[in-house]
Structures are given as structure tokens and as C-alpha cells.
């Protein structure tokens, strides 16, 4: 039996996840990955059948936000109490701080490019302000824009030249060109949404946009003009961030902060983030 596309269930079980679940990421073997597993200060592992588990402890208070792989296999994750991004060996677990600036509000949400490249959002609720940074491969922390709204969902273009941020208490997303070296320019607001907000998002491999509409409860498909062309009903209104997985790359997670727990639907075509894979050689 085929699972019908954009209808979701229940994937984990309800309050397996604090209030704080975010993240979410897979790796190339199918395992997905999100913060605050049954406590704060976790990193927890969802086998593609389902079995929860706690996979790392941060150190030093570290709180966890948006998660990431690169070509390598390393994953990286926001971590906002400390202003890191942090740097995993899935093999040996060993935590690394990769990139950090005490100019940081709270890292928040991350997205890689093909190059290896990380763009965070920082967002300051308290202010309703936001910035973006950049870190490269070296570890190099880079400010590419400041005063802006309440930076959250963040993600690189299937091609690779475009990234899209969103504000939250605004409920904007916005879309820069974005060249080879990580530099942004020409920015364009994509799509004003009129209510609710919005947190974390990924792109297909067609360039359409999954976001999470917090507060609404769905997930909102938007083409790479800037319009709405579906919503997905989820159970809950609170959606913090959705990743892209499964064998063919159609499954689509999302975190759900208000029921703790993980939510899934099929999609009609992969994530960006499946295609890295191929492009990376790891699938």
C-alpha cells in the first residue's frame, strides 16, 4: 500500500519530546535526529521504524536547535544558550565547537549548502529582531545581515543560489541571491503570510518551500514564485521544523512542540536535502 501524499500521522509516541523538540534531520541511513529528547540538553535518535532513543548529551548547558549533516557525515547543530554551532563525530560522539560568536543573539535554525557552507538565522524574541551568519568550512563566523525581523526558518535553493529566510513575527520570507562564496545581495520579500507564524522550512528538489506555520498547525507549500499551492493538516498547532527522508527522500518529519512528539507525511517528490546525499556520494 502507497501512503497517500500530504496526509500525516503519528510517528512517535506523544510526549517523548520536551516542549523545546526541534531539529529535525536525517542522516544518509535513515535515521532522524531531533533536540530534547525526553529532557533538555539531548540530541534524540528516531530509527526509520520508529524506536526513540537518546543519542548525545551536550555539554556545558548547551541547548540544541536546528540540526544538519554535511558531505562528510559530521552533523552540525545550533546551539542557542551558548552562541555555537556545534560539531558531532557520529562515530566516536565526539562534540566540537565549530563556529562562534558572542555577537550571537541564539543560533536558531541552520542550512548547508552543496559546498559545505552553514547559514544560521539568530533571532532576539525579545526585541522581535533577528540577524543571519554564515560559517565556513574552516569554522570562520561571518555577520551577512543584521536589523532584520525574527529570523527562524532558513534554507539554501535546490541550485544552490538562493537563500530563503523567514521572520516569524512578521511572516515574511525573504530570498536573497546567493553566490559561490556565501555572500547574499538582492534581497526580495517572497511571501507576506496575513496570520499565524512560522518556524523552520526545507525546499524540494523542485524548489518549493515546505514551512511550518506555528500556531496553525499545518504546513504550508510554497512554489518558488511565492504562492501557496497546498496545506498539510497536522494533529496540533504548534510545528517548530520539518526535514526530508525515507528511502526515495519523499518522507517528510516535523517536530511538534506542543504534543512532543514527531509528525509524518509523504511527499509527491524528494527533499533538497536527499539530493545532497546523491550529489555527496553517500547514498
Given at each position: 500500500?502507497?501512503?497517500?501524499?500530504?496526509?500525516?500521522?503519528?510517528?512517535?509516541?506523544?510526549?517523548?519530546?520536551?516542549?523545546?523538540?526541534?531539529?529535525?534531520?536525517?542522516?544518509?541511513?535513515?535515521?532522524?535526529?531531533?533536540?530534547?529528547?525526553?529532557?533538555?540538553?539531548?540530541?534524540?535518535?528516531?530509527?526509520?521504524?520508529?524506536?526513540?532513543?537518546?543519542?548525545?548529551?551536550?555539554p556545558n548547558g548547551s541547548i540544541g536547535n536546528?540540526?544538519?549533516?554535511?558531505?562528510?557525515?559530521?552533523?552540525?547543530?545550533?546551539?542557542?544558550?551558548?552562541?555555537?554551532?556545534?560539531?558531532?563525530?557520529?562515530?566516536?560522539?565526539?562534540?566540537?565547537?565549530?563556529?562562534?560568536?558572542?555577537?550571537?543573539?541564539?543560533?536558531?535554525?541552520?542550512?548547508?549548502?552543496?559546498?559545505?557552507?552553514?547559514?544560521?538565522?539568530?533571532?532576539?524574541?525579545?526585541?522581535?529582531?533577528?540577524?543571519?551568519?554564515?560559517?565556513?568550512?574552516?569554522?570562520?563566523?561571518?555577520?551577512?545581515?543584521?536589523?532584520?525581523?525574527?529570523?527562524?526558518?532558513?534554507?539554501?535553493?535546490?541550485?544552490g543560489k538562493r537563500l530563503y529566510v523567514n521572520?516569524?513575527?512578521?511572516?515574511?520570507?525573504?530570498?536573497?541571491?546567493?553566490?559561490?562564496?556565501?555572500?547574499?545581495?538582492?534581497?526580495?520579500?517572497?511571501?507576506?503570510?496575513?496570520?499565524?507564524?512560522?518556524?523552520?522550512?526545507?525546499?524540494?528538489?523542485?524548489?518549493?518551500?515546505?514551512?511550518?506555520?506555528?500556531?496553525?498547525?499545518?504546513?504550508?507549500?510554497?512554489?518558488?514564485?511565492?504562492?501557496?499551492?497546498?496545506?498539510?493538516?497536522?494533529?496540533?498547532?504548534?510545528?517548530?521544523?520539518?526535514?526530508?527522508?525515507?528511502?526515495?527522500?519523499?518522507?517528510?518529519?516535523?517536530?511538534?512542540?506542543?504534543?512532543?512528539?514527531?509528525?509524518?507525511?509523504?511527499?509527491?517528490?524528494?527533499?533538497?536535502?536527499?539530493?545532497?546525499?546523491?550529489?555527496?556520494?553517500?547514498?
Amino acid at each position: 500500500m502507497v501512503d497517500e501524499c500530504f496526509v500525516a500521522r503519528q510517528f512517535t509516541e506523544k510526549g517523548g519530546f520536551t516542549s523545546g523538540i526541534e531539529g529535525p534531520a536525517c542522516d544518509q541511513y535513515g535515521n532522524l535526529y531531533a533536540v530534547n529528547f525526553a529532557r533538555q540538553h539531548t540530541i534524540g535518535k528516531v530509527t526509520p521504524d520508529g524506536k526513540t532513543s537518546v543519542f548525545i548529551e551536550l555539554p556545558n548547558g548547551s541547548i540544541g536547535n536546528g540540526i544538519r549533516f554535511n558531505s562528510e557525515g559530521y552533523m552540525f547543530i545550533a546551539d542557542y544558550t551558548n552562541h555555537n554551532v556545534l560539531k558531532v563525530d557520529m562515530d566516536t560522539m565526539g562534540i566540537s565547537v565549530y563556529g562562534h560568536d558572542t555577537r550571537m543573539n541564539q543560533p536558531n535554525d541552520i542550512a548547508i549548502g552543496k559546498n559545505g557552507i552553514i547559514y544560521a538565522s539568530d533571532p532576539n524574541w525579545g526585541e522581535s529582531t533577528g540577524q543571519i551568519w554564515r560559517v565556513d568550512t574552516d569554522g570562520t563566523v561571518t555577520l551577512l545581515e543584521t536589523d532584520m525581523g525574527t529570523t527562524n526558518g532558513i534554507e539554501v535553493s535546490p541550485d544552490g543560489k538562493r537563500l530563503y529566510v523567514n521572520e516569524s513575527v512578521q511572516r515574511n520570507i525573504w530570498v536573497y541571491d546567493l553566490s559561490n562564496n556565501g555572500n547574499i545581495r538582492n534581497k526580495k520579500l517572497l511571501i507576506q503570510f496575513p496570520n499565524f507564524g512560522m518556524d523552520g522550512m526545507r525546499c524540494d528538489i523542485e524548489g518549493n518551500i515546505l514551512v511550518t506555520r506555528h500556531g496553525k498547525g499545518t504546513i504550508a507549500k510554497v512554489s518558488p514564485t511565492g504562492d501557496v499551492t497546498l496545506e498539510v493538516e497536522l494533529e496540533g498547532e504548534h510545528c517548530t521544523n520539518i526535514a526530508f527522508g525515507g528511502s526515495d527522500g519523499r518522507t517528510c518529519y516535523v517536530t511538534m512542540a506542543d504534543l512532543g512528539n514527531i509528525q509524518v507525511f509523504r511527499s509527491d517528490v524528494p527533499g533538497r536535502s536527499w539530493q545532497l546525499f546523491k550529489d555527496w556520494g553517500l547514498l
